[in-house]
Structure formats: structure tokens, C-alpha cells
């Protein structure tokens, strides 16, 4: 399978790194509001650059002079569909900036110059631009043989207007995009047709946007299409993380759209999407083509509701006939569709190794052996622990958040020596080979596994070296690995047990647990909260007295009981020492908190234990 490039590098100035140290009164930039765990998304071929006059077969695109009223129709719909992400057809718009203030300024280009900064301003892009701030775009341009010189950038015919850009796909995001992707769909295409898809992320949402407009008159062209997307977004199958959305100009049932109705999870609509009635028709002629596919997951369907829904209000269904007046703004009918966030493969229960469901306890002994006590589902563990590493531990930072070659499994993520490495869970905990992800760590840098803290579709690392908080993007490749550390703490770190909490306040980031040694707050144990962005955002208290005298060892255990809170496991002091699961809890702010305690291991834990997590 093809890898699809993760880039957290080069965000825009509101996707920015945070940056975060332990310390009091700490300012943290981007602590902005949590993650969706819903996406609303939004197709339209809005028509734009149709050259049919009103009365002529076999169609006509309305108010297509109008470039400006058809910008704000589109945001109108996004406003009333509390959309998150556009998608559109037929679109005039460009690739780079244009100052999109200046639209009724800008001087008439000459045809064929390059670019074309005056026509440019002039179209619906950049009108969209005005309407709709704060958000993010992307346009794809493509050519049809079928194309006429006027369209979008040399449009003068009579009644027509001035159009400015060139004709393709748009996306537009509320928010930061990232990871823009234009792929041609009819490479080396001998009657030189091109027709590019354009993909991107919105910051804080994992899957890889794309819309696309499928050739409308030739079905092998259809297919030679659906095969080429498939082939740049993954390969032999589609890649994992994907929303496809677009004028796919074919029903579910064209076997010209296999490729991507057989593989893919369909919004059925249940309704007609796009309507044509030709001047010398009786009755207006209807078809669904316009679609949203995501992937399968493991059961049921990741979108909301029954069926798409499709707004016909925008949608003219005017008989064509010239001298009347259109009841629309296009002759297809937008789509809109409610996402639900997937979980990261592997991760639906975030510490189990075993795949029972139930978050599970790792732990180091006095002989340098790795354990595994199974969790039972209550907080409490189940022994004698499985031996899943028998010797060389001694030393090593263990932890296990996330499937890190995503065969759906939780797996091992480990500081042994100065390598960073994955052990592969090979099933029910046990271990594989290791595959070194890092290098070059010091001897006593520890690692916290916290999941996607990206939301990228791949667990990251978190690591404390040398006072500093490090964060390891993982990447999808041909197995484990990570991009380069990107520092997200700037000190203060070496003071500190960090451990993964899971999700420990449900806004659909993971988050980090880490108990003060010494200092002015020696023993309190702080919850940094995840953010958007793969950053941590103003910590709170989470518990206090976890001094290392009297509680040596701790560990977030995700959410051992099942009751939606992060817990935590923590070991004591007394004789040789007993296992405590501390249940957590809420405060009265609503902040997760460490809750009451029960004991779950009788003695040993202090002597023959070195490390858990």
C-alpha cells in the first residue's frame, strides 16, 4: 500500500506547535476549543462556467453572469447546513494568492496570460474568499475536450460577465488545511483531457478530504478515473483515512463506479441530485450524481442518519425555455452529509494488549522481565501475569498506546538503551521482533504512549529528554516509524513521570499524565490536555500526595473501569508493596480527577516491580 505523506510541518500561524513547560502560571498558546468528533461535510456542482443560454438544449447553468451571487449562495448554504468543509464542481477559481478585495478593480487580463492575477479576482473563488473568513481553500484546474476557450477566464460572450480563473474542483475548510494533494485523474490522456481531484486535511480531523468530478461523457473515462484515484490514494486498495465527495456523473449502480462503491461506504441520498429540463421535453429529466463515499469500518457506517440530504431549494427545476426566469442557482442540488470520526485502528480500547477490550497493566521486574497483567474490566488485574519479554528490560521506558503497523493490535512503544523502538503485539500481548523508529536518546529519556495526538491515522510518541517534551509524529510506512522530534515542551520536563492517560476528558484528543517528583508541587500529578494540532494545552491538577516515598511507581490505565474517566494505577511503599487503582473522577469544574482508590495487588509491587505502565 502507498504511504499518504503525513506533513504537521509548514502549518499555518492557527495550526501552530504548542509548547508547553511544566511549571506554574504557564501562558499556552492554542488551548482553543477541543476537537470535533463530527464532520459536516458539503458537495456542489454550482455550474459555474456552463456557456448554454436559457432556452437552448439540452441545458443551462442559471445565473451564471453572477459570479459574486453565486459565492454567496454557496456560503449561505454552508452557514444554514453548519457546514465544515465545501466541496465544489465546476468552480473557476486558481492556484496561489490573489488579493481578493480588489474584484471590481481589476484590470481585464489579455487571453492566454499567465498568470491571471485580474480574472483571477474575479471568481468565484475569490469572491468565496470574501464571504467566508477564517476559512481554508484549495483549487484543481482541468480541461475537457468538450471545453470552449471562454470558459471561466475569457468569458465575453453577451450576457455572460467576466469570470476569472479557470475551471476545476475546489475545497474549501473552516479552519487550516493542510496536506493539499492535486492529482490527475486521465494521465497522458490522448485527446488531452484533464481532469484533477484536490485533497487536503482540516487541522483536528484525521481523514484526507478529496472531491473529484468524474467525466460525464465517457464511461471508460469514469473508470480509468475511479482507478487512478484509487491508485494515488493507496494503491492496491484505498487508503484507510479517506472522505471522497464530488459530481461523480453515475448513480451507485454504474458499474463504471465500482471501484468505488465496492470498496467504499456510500451516503445513499435516496433522491435525485442533479435535473435538467430541455426546452422541447415534456417532463424534466432526474439523476443521482453527485456522492459521498468514506471507508468501511469494521461494522455499521461512520455517517449519521439513514441517507444523505439533498438540498433542493438550490436546484433548478425550471422548465428551460427562454425569457423565464430560474428557481435556482445550478442544475445540481448540493449534498450534505454528517461524518463520524473513526477510531484509530488498533485503538479502540486505548492499553489493551490483549484484545479483550479492557485496558491492560506492563510492567518491568527486579530481573529485568517484561510483564503483562490482563485487565478484567473493573480497574482490577488479573495474575499470574504473562511474561512477554524475558530479560534486558532492566533500564528500558516502556509504554503501549496505539497500533504502530496497523495489523489491529495494540502494540509495545520502548526507550531501550538509546533506541526508540516497536515491538509488534503478535496477538494477545505477546511481542515480535523490534523495529528501531529513533536513535541517539539518552539513557534515562522516558516515553509516554499516547495515541494519535495528531489525529493523522498513526500514534506518535511523546518523550521527556534532557528537561524537554518531545513529540515523534508517527508515519504510515511499510512498518513503524516516526518523522524527526519536534519539541513541544521547553523545560522543566526532568522533573517529571509522564504516562499516557488516554482520552481523559472526551473531547476526542488523547492526554498526558505527569506526577511532579520534586520541587514546589513535589507529588502532584497534572493533566495536560491534548489539543488540535498535536500539542498539550494548560494543564490542571489531576491528584496531589503521589510523592515517590509513598506511591513509587504510577501509570495512566486509560479507562480501566469503563465509566468514560481516565484512571490511573500507582504503587506503594509499605511492606513490599501493594497496587493501587485510583478510580477517576470529576471535579466541580469538570476536570477529570483521580478519584477514590482501591487496592488491586496485595504485595510484591515495591520489591519485584521496577516500572509499570
Known amino acids: 500500500m502507498k504511504s499518504l505523506k503525513r506533513v504537521l510541518a509548514g502549518l499555518s ?27 459536516k461535510v458539503l458537495t456542489w456542482n454550482i455550474c459555474g462556467e456552463n456557456l448554454v443560454l436559457r432556452g437552448s438544449a439540452p441545458g443551462y447553468c442559471p445565473h451564471r453572469p453572477d459570479v459574486e451571487g453565486k459565492a454567496k449562495k454557496v456560503a449561505e448554504l454552508a452557514a444554514t447546513h453548519g457546514a465544515d468543509v465545501i466541496m ?27 498568470p491571471f492575477p485580474g480574472l483571477n479576482s474575479k471568481s468565484h473563488m475569490a469572491y468565496l474568499q470574501q464571504q467566508l473568513p477564517g476559512w481554508t481553500f484549495a483549487h484543481a484546474p482541468g480541461l475537457r475536450s468538450t471545453d470552449k476557450e471562454s470558459y471561466c477566464r475569457n468569458s465575453t460572450s453577451p450576457g455572460y460577465g467576466e469570470i476569472g480563473g479557470e475551471r476545476g474542483v475546489l475545497i474549501a475548510v473552516k479552519g487550516a488545511l493542510q496536506d493539499v494533494r492535486r492529482i490527475e485523474t486521465l494521465p497522458g490522456d490522448p485527446a488531452g483531457n484533464s481532469q484533477q481531484a484536490v ?8 481523514d484526507l478530504l478529496c472531491t473529484a468530478h468524474l467525466s460525464a461523457s465517457s464511461n471508460s473515462d469514469q473508470a480509468k478515473q475511479v482507478a487512478e484515484l484509487r491508485k494515488q490514494l493507496g494503491g ?14 453515475g448513480s451507485l449502480t454504474d458499474p463504471d463506479l465500482a471501484g468505488l462503491t465496492g470498496a467504499l461506504d456510500a451516503c445513499e441520498t435516496d433522491e435525485h441530485t442533479a435535473q435538467t429540463w430541455a426546452p422541447t ?14 471507508n468501511k469500518p469494521n461494522a ?14 438550490a436546484l433548478d427545476r425550471t422548465h428551460n425555455l427562454a425569457g423565464t426566469e430560474p428557481d435556482g442557482w445550478s442544475d445540481h442540488a448540493p449534498v450534505i452529509a454528517t461524518l463520524r470520526q473513526a477510531p484509530v485502528p488498533g485503538a479502540l480500547v486505548p492499553g489493551d494488549m490483549t484484545g479483550d477490550g479492557n485496558p491492560d497493566l506492563v510492567a518491568v521486574d527486579s530481573d529485568g522481565a517484561l510483564r503483562l497483567y490482563p485487565g478484567r474490566g473493573d480497574g482490577s488485574i488479573a495474575t499470574p501475569p ?34 526508540l523502538r ?3 503485539n503478535v496477538g494477545a500481548g505477546f511481542l515480535g521482533s523490534p523495529v528501531r523508529i529513533a536513535s541517539g536518546l539518552p539513557w534515562n529519556a522516558t516515553v509516554a504512549g499516547v495515541g494519535d495526538l495528531t489525529l493523522d491515522g498513526v500514534p506518535d510518541a511523546v518523550v521527556s529528554n534532557s528537561g524537554k517534551l518531545y513529540r515523534y509524529n508517527g508515519k504510515r510506512s511499510t512498518g513503524p516509524a516516526v518523522e524527526a522530534p519536534a519539541e513541544i515542551g521547553s523545560g522543566g520536563w526532568g522533573v517529571m513521570d509522564i504516562s499516557g492517560a488516554g482520552d481523559a476528558d472526551r473531547d476526542g484528543l488523547p492526554d498526558l499524565l505527569a506526577r511532579q517528583r520534586s520541587g514546589t508541587d513535589e507529588g502532584k500529578v497534572w493533566l495536560y490536555p491534548g489539543r488540535a494540532g498535536g500539542g498539550f494545552g494548560a494543564r490542571t491538577q489531576y491528584g496531589y500526595g503521589y510523592t515517590t516515598d509513598i506511591r513509587p511507581l504510577m501509570a495512566g490505565a486509560a479507562d480501566a473501569d469503563g465509566n468514560g474517566i481516565a484512571d490511573m494505577w500507582t504503587t506503594t511503599a509499605d511492606g513490599t508493596g501493594r497496587l493501587l487503582f485510583y478510580k477517576g473522577a470529576t471535579n466541580g469544574s469538570g476536570h477529570p480527577v483521580d478519584g477514590s482508590a482501591e487496592e488491586v495487588g496485595a504485595t510484591s509491587w515495591h520489591t519485584a516491580i521496577k516500572s509499570i505502565s
Open 13 to 39: 500561524a492557527a495550526a501552530a506547535l504548542v509548547v508547553v513547560t511544566p511549571g506554574p502560571a504557564q501562558a499556552v498558546e492554542g488551548d482553543g476549543e477541543p476537537v470535533r468528533r463530527e464532520l
Open 88 to 114: 465544489l464542481q465546476e468552480v473557476c477559481g486558481y492556484q496561489g494568492d490573489v488579493n481578493a478585495m480588489a474584484v471590481r478593480k481589476a484590470p481585464r487580463e489579455p487571453v492566454g496570460t499567465s
Open 199 to 206: 485533497c487536503g486535511r482540516l487541522t483536528g480531523w484525521p
Open 236 to 249: 492496491d486498495s484505498w487508503a484507510p483515512d479517506l472522505v471522497i465527495g464530488g459530481d461523480l456523473n
Open 281 to 294: 421535453a415534456s417532463a424534466p429529466s432526474t439523476w443521482s450524481l453527485d456522492h459521498f463515499f468514506t
Open 300 to 313: 455499521g457506517t461512520r455517517w449519521l442518519g439513514s441517507s444523505c440530504e439533498v438540498d433542493h431549494t
Open 386 to 419: 504473562q511474561k512477554i519479554g524475558t530479560g534486558g528490560w532492566t533500564g528500558a521506558s516502556v509504554a503501549h498506546r496505539g497500533d504502530w503497523n496497523g495489523d489491529g493490535r495494540e502494540d509495545l512503544l520502548a526507550r531501550v538503551g538509546s533506541e
Open 422 to 424: 516497536v515491538y509488534p
